[in-house]
């Protein structure tokens, strides 16, 4: 796994994601105006990044489109002990990734749709818990086979990996 954004990015692109190289032990893309969208990117910036960044992990910048409309983007739970339920909230999806803890699922969403905390909170009335976010246009997922910084193992898909999957099969939220 020397080159991992060399050999992922290009089947990626392919599908028309936007992957971004993550910087070795992080869980970050340190390169400038990575928020920026494939399509006002110079293509031969985007080429270079396979030499220059060769051996980095892979992520991947979320809000690239889809056909219907939609984008791309994910469903970050943190908290172990939401997993369960969010996964039947959203029918089984078929396309997760884990790392440290927590599962990420990637879901289709409305183009507008805003970043979003998620949050519980107790019938008792206590302060609400965080479980995870919404991750939106300009957000980052970071996807196998990256190497996790916390675990040293890399990450790993649960279901389909997400080139394998059709958008149309990717959950839908109407955020």
């Known amino acids: 796994m020397t080159n991992v954004f060399a050999e992922w990015a290009p089947k990626y692109r392919g599908l028309d994601y936007w992957p971004r190289p993550i910087a070795p032990g992080t869980k970050a893309c ?10 006002e990117i110079d293509p031969g910036v985007l080429e270079g990044w396979l030499e220059s960044h060769a051996s980095n992990g892979v992520g991947l910048l979320l809000g690239s489109p889809f056909p219907d409309g939609t984008v791309l983007g994910a469903l970050d739970i943190d908290n172990d002990d939401y997993t369960r339920v969010v996964r039947t909230l959203l029918r089984d999806p078929p396309c997760g990734r884990i790392g440290a803890r927590g599962i990420l699922f990637f879901v289709r969403i409305k183009s507008d749709a805003a970043y979003r905390a998620l949050t519980v909170k107790a019938v008792t009335g206590q302060s609400a818990l965080k479980i995870g976010e919404l991750l939106t246009a300009r957000r980052l997922a970071v996807i196998p086979p990256t190497v996790h910084p916390e675990t040293q193992a890399p990450y790993r898909w649960i279901g389909s990996a997400l080139h394998e999957t059709a958008y149309t099969d990717l959950p839908l939220l109407e955020a």
Do not use: A, L
């Open 30 to 39: 340190k390169i400038k105006s990575w928020q920026t969208p494939d399509g």
